[in-house]
Every structure is written in C-alpha cells, then in structure tokens.
C-alpha cells in the first residue's frame, strides 16, 4: 500500500497534489478510499459508512470536496495552511461553484443539496470590487465643464480645429445631451451642472461646429456646382468618423428631449446643415428622418417649415435610398394628424398638403405608384360601405380622414397636372368623389358634399377636365325649404368650412339656411367661373339658369333671392357675351385646335364673370380669413361699448355725491316750500320705505341720463324720503284703499327739454 501511495504522489504534479486532498489520512480512511475505488463491478463489498460520504461527494462536485479538503488542511497542516495564507490567498478564496468534467452536467443544473451562506472574505471581495467601480466612473466623470473652458474651445475652433479638439467637444456635448435625457449615470468624459454652461455649450456647437468640421475635413463647396459634395469624400473622413458620428447622434437625441419652440428651430437650423454628413451615415440618418417627420406634422409653424426643408433636401440627394420611406411616412403623418378640424388647424393642414404635394412633384413614378395604393384604399371603403350600409362602413367614408386625403389627391393632381403618368387617376378620383356624394344624399351631410364639390370644381378647373358638379349643388335648392320659418334663432352663423354633419338643432336654424345659400353662392360661382371662357358655356349654363329662375319664382325671402338673383344675371351676362362672340367664329365644333385656341384667347381677354369673380374674391377671403381666426364680422364695425354700473356701486357713489347735501337741509328743516311738499308726499310715505329696496333693483344700471333730467330735485326728494321715514318710524298707520291707488298712480312726472350735443 505505501509503495503504491508513493509512486502516485511521485506521478503528480503540483496542482494535482493540492487537490489530492487528504494524502496522510488515517489507516481506515485509506483503506475506505481504496476499496471504494479498486471494487470493480463483480466485487459486491460496500461499506455502509463510506456509501454515503461517496454519494454526498458526488453530488457535491469537485469544488466544494476541495474547500473541504482545504478546511481539513488546516488542522492536519498548519504550518503549510500558513504558508497558503501568506502567498497565495486566492487559492483559500476561490468560488465554491460546483463544476463537472461531463458534458451532461454542464448542459443540465442541479440544485445543490444544501445553501451556502457566503463568508466574510466574499463579502470583502464584493465590497471592493464596488468600490473599484465607483472610483473608475468617478475618474471618467471628474471633467467638469466651465464657461472658461468654452471659450478656450470656441478659440481653438476658430483658429485650427483638431481631431482631438473635436474630440473634447464631442464628449462635452454628449454629457450635456445626456442630461437633457435624465441620464445622469451616463458615463461620460466630462459632466455639466450648471444650466448656463449647458445653454454656452449648445449655443457653441449649433453655431461654430459646422464651420469646424467644414474646415477640419478641408471640404470646399462650389457654389457653381448644384452637386452636393459628401463628407465621406474627405482623406480625414475615417480618421473621424467615430466623433462625428457621436456628435451627430447628439443631435438627434436632442432635438428629441426639445420642447421649447426657439431652440428647436436653431437646432432644426444647424441639422439642416448637417444633413450632407447624415447622408453618409445611413443609421443616424434613419434617426433624423423620424424626428424631421414628428416635428412636420406636429410642431409650430417655424419648426414644420424647417423640418420640411430638411426632409425636402435629404430626399433631392439620396432619392433613391429615402424618397419612398419619406413619402410613406409623411402621408401616414398628415392622416393621423387631419383627424380633427378646428379653425386653428385647418392652416396647419393645409400647409402639409401644400408641403407634400411639393415632395410629390420630386418623382412622378414614385408618386404614381403610392396614390394608386391610397386611391384603390379609399375606393375600397366607399365599396364597402354602399354594399353593406352599416354606421360602421359609411363611418369609414365620412369622416374627416378620409375627405381630407381627397383633398390632398386632387391637390397632387391638379398641380401636377401635365402628367402623363398621372393621368390615368384622374377619372377613379372622380368617381371617388360623386360617389362619396351619393352614398348618404340626405340634409345632415350637405356640409360634406360642399366639400366633394369644392375639390371636384379644383380638380376640373386645374386639369381641364369636365366634372357634372352643377346638378348637386342646385338639387339643394329643391330638397331644402327657403320660405319655411326657422324654429329656432343662432347666435353666431354656421362655419361650413369645420363641419362634416349638421345636427336636428343645427337644420332648425336660421344660420343653417343663411350659411347654405351662401355656400351655394360661392361654389356655383367658382364652378361657373372656371368655364367662363368655354365655347359651350351657353348649353352648360341653361339647365341651372332654369333652376335659379324656378327658385326665385318660388322663394319669398328677400335675404335669400338677391344673391340668387345677382348669381343668375352674371351667369346670363357672360352667356349672352359667349354667344355673341362665337357666333363670329369661322370654323365649325369639330376644328379642336380652332376651339382650343377661340377659348385661350376669351380667357386672356376676359368675360364678364370672371372680371367679376377677381372683385368677389379678394371680398371673400377677407371674409374667410375672419372666419378662420375665429372672430365675428361684426367686429370691424368699430361699435362704441356701454359700460354699466352696479346697482350697489350707484347706491355707494349717490350717497357719497349727495352727503352734504343732506346734512345742509337736515338744519333747515323750517322752510316752509318744503313742508308743503312734504304734504304733497305724505301719503306716499308709508310705502315709501317698504318699496325702497324693490325700486332699487329695478333701476337700470345706467342712469346717467335720468339723474340730468330730474336735476336739483333729486335733492329735495331725498330729503322728503328721510322725513318721511323719520314720521313713519315714529307712527305707523294702516293704509286706506284710497291712499292705495294713489300710491299706485304715483306722483306727477318731471319732463325737461333734453339739450343734444353736437356729436350726437
């Protein structure tokens, strides 16, 4: 046995005689190991009292067999257990985790038979490892930045920008971006604390850093050149790459944490600078775009305006890579944003429709396959809704959403107009729009069919195309009621422009029958106006001039008949001068070039109506640019206001103006002129002071003319009021019904001649 014993520990190796373990156990022990190893599968001799220390060290691992061994080492070997603790500490110390050389285990976990607590040392160690780690953040953030520091870089910058200058910058700026974003934890190069040095900071990068960079990269731009010239371009370009593209990140995150409306145009301003070096870098470009795309449709004026510039500019010089992205995602912007419409909203939906279309115009193709999409959509929905006729469906098609896209398509196609790619939309848009019109032909939805009206009069006019809008404007005239009386009176008239639907009370009104004449007024004349110098204006005029005639026979209200009636004489007017003038043409209807050049030529010199029409509409959008605002028309009347007093306030200023007054008569109460008044009164006195309260509140508030009128008698009759308060206070009497009607007569009125001023 200890021959063996030695030649195994002549075999092993250092490590291998650590892990041995307990080599100068006891004689039993020994012969325990022994034979639990060298019993093979034909000896059947187990001990009971090694089984369970063999299926414990199992379990176990070899891990925690070696802390025990470790333990035992201790007291068998102090001297050596010494010797461990003074030269390698990290061998007592180390992680008890079980580990197994079989591949099982390790794809498996098993529980641990018992939980450990962990030790002193482990807590130590932990402790430490935090305290590292604090002081390394520590060092990263200890850079604070000052204003002197600034002004250091802002001269640095000027004089020659550096990578490492730039670098400095990059890092400053990211610490107060993080800021912005509530990170304080960030770990950054330098920190700021002070929100003045962060408003320097931002301010030194928005307005010198792009200068630096321009010159860092030795980028010159020509101003001949219409091409944009790339960063990426530069030789410096990699060497800098990292920085830039921190800074420009920064950028983004900070237009992001923005809310004031200032600083994110001077930010927009900068990014619009910036937009050559997002283009190469595709990632944070990605990052801007949504940004851009968020401030478009949803900020102030200044910051859409500048957004779109950006947008409009990245899209003009990487056309292919973020033209479609770009459209997509503005035309899912501008319909999540049209779903309400107020007065103050309608300018911001009309400038993104203005602003789209304009991005539209970039590439035809593009443009050809994305409203083909949406046209075919919401021809679905009207499909839907006409084969189903449910709330939900026609819900689907009147709404705000839905006629505020067939604005913009006949916004597209109107001002792209001399498309041939396009062309072919035209016709489904149409018909889109009649039968919008006609799904729910009921007075609830007039409001909504002036609008399919008015974008079907745009569309006709700017793509000269004939469109049948007349017979849904006059069918009004016949299905609404114009001489019934209205149920109830409005206060403020109807705007048509931020309705869809009419409500009972709304049809009830007055302003709902003034509103829709007026609207009716306005569109017959534009539509009329946009065929004023068509050869065929006669034939197309007559069946409305035949309606209007049979309206005026029958309508009875004066307010009502006299547009209709001044619409019908322009309408027979410019009729008449077409035919007058086509009946001097020499060439026949079928000489298509004749006619188109006959009607070029009437519209350069103009027909009575649409010389009339110029002077109508410069009235009308004074008119629509008070609606929008919100105001009343009445407002620039200039009327004079009439301030009233309080009751109590008069009372207080009657006593105070008439003080002395009282207390100069209360001494001569001798005078015989007013005893005899005092007579006079006396049987008015005892209701005198019950009614005094009731009279008060029924003055007017404005007395200023009556106390002209009754002028020094007031006096005399507050005087009378007091003696005879005094006199009933002392006796009071019932009143016979004689004194009663007399009382209710009341005494004689005092009448003056009023003296008018000049300015009255």
């Not at 067999?65 to 110390?93: C, V």
């Not at 107009?417 to 062309?423: A, F, G, W």
């Not at 309206?551 to 004489?569: D, G, M, S, T």
């Amino acid at each position: 046995m200890a021959g063996k014993q030695k030649r195994k520990l002549e075999d092993l190796s250092v490590d291998e005689f650590l892990l041995s373990g307990d080599f100068e156990s006891e004689d039993g022990e020994e012969s325990e190991e022994e034979t639990s190893r060298q019993s093979g599968p034909g000896k059947k001799k187990i001990n009971l009292k090694s089984a369970k220390p063999e299926t414990d060290l199992k379990k176990k691992g070899k891990a925690s067999e070696h802390k025990e061994q470790l333990s035992r080492l201790k007291n068998k070997d102090p001297e050596f257990f010494k010797f461990l603790q003074q030269n390698d500490q990290t061998l007592l110390n180390f992680d008890d985790t079980d580990s197994s050389e079989d591949e099982d285990e390790k794809k498996y976990h098993r529980l641990p038979s018992s939980l450990e607590e962990a030790t002193s040392s482990e807590d130590d160690h932990d402790e430490e490892d935090k305290k590292s780690s604090k002081t390394a953040k520590k060092a990263v953030e200890s850079i604070k930045v000052t204003d002197k520091m600034i002004e250091e870089w802002k001269v640095a910058m000027k004089k020659e920008p550096t990578p490492r200058l730039f670098r400095a910058v990059t890092q400053a700026f990211k610490a107060a971006v993080a800021t912005t974003k509530g990170e304080t934890d960030a770990q950054c190069r330098y920190k700021i604390e002070d929100s003045s040095v962060f408003n320097a900071l931002v301010l030194f990068c928005i307005r010198d850093i792009y200068v630096a960079l321009q010159k860092m990269l030795n980028l010159k731009t020509d101003k001949d050149t219409k091409k944009l010239l790339l960063p990426s371009s530069s030789p410096r370009w990699q060497k800098n790459q990292v920085d830039i593209k921190m800074y420009l990140s920064g950028v983004v995150q900070l237009l992001s944490c923005l809310t004031e409306a200032t600083v994110i145009s001077a930010v927009l301003r900068h990014a619009n600078q910036l937009v050559p070096y997002y283009l190469c870098l595709p990632k944070q470009c990605r990052h801007l775009v949504k940004q851009l795309l968020k401030q478009w449709s949803t900020g102030e004026e200044t910051s859409r305006v500048l957004a779109f510039l950006a947008l409009n500019k990245i899209c003009r010089h990487k056309q292919e890579k973020y033209l479609n992205y770009i459209l997509k995602r503005m035309y899912i912007s501008y319909v999540q944003n049209c779903k309400f419409t107020s007065p103050n909203m309608l300018p911001m939906i009309n400038f993104m429709q203005r602003t789209l279309t304009e991005m539209y115009a970039l590439d035809t193709q593009a443009t050809y396959q994305q409203a083909f999409i949406y046209i075919r959509q919401m021809a679905i929905h009207l499909r839907n809704a006409m084969t189903m006729k449910k709330k939900e469906t026609y819900q689907s098609v009147y709404n705000w959403q839905y006629i505020h896209c067939l604005y913009l398509w006949c916004r597209v196609l109107s001002t792209l107009h001399p498309s041939d790619v396009l062309q072919p939309l035209i016709y489904p848009l149409c018909q889109i729009l009649i039968g919008t019109i006609k799904l729910v032909p009921t007075s609830k939805y007039y409001p909504l069919r002036l609008h399919c009206c008015r974008a079907l009069t745009q569309l006709s006019s700017s793509t000269n195309t004939f469109v049948p809008v007349l017979p849904f404007l006059v069918e009004i005239f016949q299905q609404v009621e114009f001489n019934k009386k209205p149920k109830r009176m409005s206060k403020k008239p109807i705007n048509f422009a931020v309705i869809l639907k009419l409500s009972n009370v709304n049809l009830m009104e007055k302003a709902y029958k003034d509103g829709l004449i007026d609207q009716l007024y306005d569109l017959m004349l534009e539509y009329f106006h946009t065929q004023a110098s068509s050869i065929g204006f006669p034939e197309l005029a007559l069946p409305t001039i035949i309606q209007l005639k049979a309206f005026l026979k029958e309508c009875k209200v004066a307010n009502y008949c006299k547009p209709v009636r001044q619409l019908l004489e322009k309408v027979q007017e410019n009729s008449s001068h077409i035919t007058g003038r086509r009946q001097k043409a020499a060439f026949g209807v079928a000489d298509a070039t004749s006619v188109a050049a006959w009607e070029k030529q009437m519209q350069q010199e103009g027909t009575p109506l649409s010389r009339f029409y110029i002077q109508w509409k410069k009235l009308r959008e004074k008119e629509i640019q008070l609606e929008i605002s919100g105001k009343e028309r009445m407002e620039d009347l200039d009327l004079p206001e009439i301030k009233r007093r309080k009751i109590q306030e008069k009372k207080e200023e009657d006593k105070k103006e008439f003080k002395d007054l009282f207390q100069s008569d209360s001494d001569s109460d001798d005078d015989d002129g007013i005893k005899v008044k005092a007579k006079k009164g006396s049987r008015e006195s005892d209701d005198d002071d019950d009614d005094d309260d009731v009279d008060d509140d029924l003055q007017l508030s404005d007395m200023s003319g009556d106390e002209e009128m009754e002028g020094g008698d007031s006096g005399d009759e507050e005087e009378e009021e007091e003696e005879e308060d005094e006199k009933a206070s002392k006796a009071p009497q019932p009143l016979s019904s004689s004194a009663l009607i007399k009382l209710a007569e009341g005494g004689e009125d005092v009448v003056e001649d009023l003296e008018l001023s000049d300015d009255d």
